[in-house]
Every structure is written in C-alpha cells, then in structure tokens.
C-alpha cells in the first residue's frame, strides 16, 4: 500500500526540536510498515531535518509552517494535505486531534483514498492553551471521530469516552516500546551520575507534564538520588523559568534537556525508578519505554495511567505533592519491591506494548478499510 502520514513534527524523533510521543509512535510505525513492503511517505516540518530524505524505508517530504506555538502545526496539516491530494496514495493517517480537522478535504476531494485518524489524546486540556486554541482542539475530537474513515484511539479510556460523548465506534490500537536490555553506563559520567542512583522523568517541559510538582515533593524526601528530567519546551514559556528557578533551590534536582539516542537509552536503563507526574495523557511512551527497561513507575492516577500499570507501579493522587513524596520515600525504602515490580512491567510490555504487535494491528486495519 502507499501510506502517507500527516501531523507529526517530523521523524527520527531524536532529530526534532520538541519531539514527543507522537514522533515517537509516527517513526515506529512507519518504518516498519515500510519493512514489511509499503510505500510509506512522512511529512515533516522543513525545521525538523535539512539533511535526509529518506530515513530507514521512509520517504520524507518537507513542508513550511508559521513556526508558532499556535500556527506551527494547523498551517503545517494545511499544506501538507494540499499537497497529498496530488500524490498516488491508499492510505492518508492524520495523528492528533488538531491535524484531524483537515480530514475532510481529503475525504471530499480524494474520495478513492481511505483516511484514517489517530486520537492521541485530549490535547485541549493542556493549559499552555489559550481559549482558541483549546476551542478548536474540542472541535479535534470531534473531527476525529467523525471525518476519517476508521478511527484509532491509544487507550481504552479514551475509546470509552469517544463512545459516551459521540456514540461512535473506534479502534483501539496502544503505543508501545521495545525491551531494553543492558546499555552500560558510559554516558552518565557527563552527567554525574551513578547507575541505580537516581530517579528519572522524560517528557516535554510543559505545565501538563506537571514537572513542578515532582520537584517541589522531592525536595522534602530525605535522599542523595538525583532527579533527572530529561526534557525542552519547544516554545520558551515562564513556566520553563518556574522550573529551572526550583531546581536552583535543590542541588540534587538536573534538569539535562533533550536527550536521544545512547545517552537516553542509558539514562532510562539505569534509574532507579520512573516518575510521571502527568495531569493528562492519551496513553505515555515514556511509560511504556519506562516500563520496557524494567522500571517500576511512580505516576499520577490519572485512568489513562492506571490503564498501564496493572500492579507493576505506584500511583499517587494527582498533582499531590504528599502522596508523591511519600511514593518516592517507599521505594527507597523497599529495593526488593522496586526490581520486582520492574520485572512485571517488563513482562507487561512484551506480553501487551510491543511495536510489532502495533504495527500488525494498524497494518490489519489499513487492509480492512481497504477492502
């Protein structure tokens, strides 16, 4: 089939300023549909890489976009939908609630096509939105649900609220991770870190990741562990000066920035425990990655989270800094409880998470809706 996936920043992820899960889960997928015989083509923004072309199979083709928090990415969907409807393609798959409003004009003015959407999560109620902006990712999910013609959720939770809030059918079909094994520790030193001695976060530097809350409940737990979060803003905000200002009170709190490739490989492999402190997800990579390299994850209760864990992590209530800080003092306290619970979130993963298994699904789903 030839394939063309619209609403990512771009791909490999580790190239792209402000990537995040969706890059991650775009450049799974698509390189390895592309393994498996497809024609798989990835639009990305012309910031994301000058260099490739291609990239393992994939064909990238590069479009402009008004680099701005709140244009970067509509304008970006725009043009590349325009230029999709003049390319011989099977399958066109929007990815976020936001690229989902651009559905239709395919769906209209390419009707031989199939579109399929993916619902990552409910973007609006991030709060570095303002009230347009979260007014129109509303309307990205209902867009969502109804331009494509088959639409994939990431969690049964958000399939559930789909179904309730517009009585429509969708498929569910997770993110994932593959196993990570020993990675050695060579990559540490930069950091000043020691294997097993630190507690680890990866994600965006945005209010929804909650990463202030983790900071200010680790600042009351009596450790000499590190915490590390791995991760930029993108957009320079105030909340970025909010976080680097609380990790000045607390020399054991790093913020290290964007990291890929062995040095986040690395990090992940050898942290004591994950913290996810999250207010809202559609269903966490990094959890996942998190969990495929034994972890034992330390996250908010929020249903998307819970929905992952199955007894091989520790939820606290979210955004309280008490219970947070009581997780952290209880897995210091119990090494025994720490590895056992990362061996079941490893099993976890292989047994339900794999990329493999996603990749059969979504590729299922492509051959059905074509028939």
């Not at 698509?30 to 260099?51: C, M, N, Q, T, W």
């Not at 179904?163 to 079909?173: E, G, H, V």
């Not at 819970?306 to 009581?326: M, N, P, V, Y």
Request: aromatic share 10%.
């Amino acid at each position: 089939m030839r394939i063309h996936f619209i609403g990512a920043k771009g791909i490999p992820s580790d190239s792209v300023p402000g990537a995040g899960g969706v890059e991650r889960h775009v450049e799974q997928i698509a390189s390895r549909l592309a393994e498996h015989g497809h024609r798989v083509s990835v639009y990305i923004r012309k910031y994301a890489d000058y260099r490739r072309h291609t990239w393992n199979g994939v064909r990238l083709i590069r479009i402009p976009s008004f680099r701005s928090k709140n244009l970067d990415t509509i304008t970006h969907v725009f043009l590349s939908t325009l230029h999709v409807l003049f390319q011989e393609t099977d399958i066109i798959h929007y990815h976020g609630v936001g690229p989902s409003t651009m559905a239709w004009i395919p769906r209209l003015l390419k009707p031989r096509t199939k579109v399929i959407c993916t619902f990552h999560s409910r973007d609006w109620f991030d709060s570095k939105w303002g009230w347009f902006a979260k007014t129109y990712l509303k309307f990205g999910e209902w867009a969502a649900v109804h331009f494509p013609h088959r639409t994939i959720v990431i969690s049964h939770t958000l399939q559930v609220w789909c179904r309730k809030a517009w009585k429509k059918q969708t498929d569910y079909i997770p993110n994932g991770a593959d196993l990570l094994g020993p990675q050695g520790s060579s990559e540490l030193v930069r950091f000043g870190l020691q294997a097993g001695k630190y507690f680890l976060g990866v994600g965006r530097l945005v209010p929804n990741k909650a990463y202030e809350v983790a900071i200010e409940a680790y600042r009351h737990v009596k450790s000499d562990f590190p915490l590390v979060i791995i991760g930029e803003s993108f957009h320079s905000t105030a909340y970025d000066h909010k976080l680097l200002d609380l990790a000045e009170r607390d020399q054991r709190i790093r913020l290290v920035g964007y990291q890929s490739g062995l040095a986040l490989r690395q990090l992940f492999a050898n942290c004591y425990a994950f913290v996810h402190p999250s207010r809202a997800e559609g269903l966490s990579v990094t959890i996942i990655e998190a969990m495929a390299a034994g972890k034992v994850v330390i996250m908010s209760d929020i249903k998307e989270n819970l929905e992952l864990i199955d007894h091989s992590g520790i939820a606290f209530k979210t955004d309280d800094r008490q219970e947070l800080k009581e997780a952290m003092e209880l897995v210091l306290a119990d090494p025994a409880m720490v590895e056992e619970r990362g061996r079941r979130a490893r099993e976890m993963v292989k047994k339900e998470y794999s990329w493999a298994r996603v990749v059969d699904q979504t590729e299922k789903l492509y051959k059905d809706v074509s028939q």
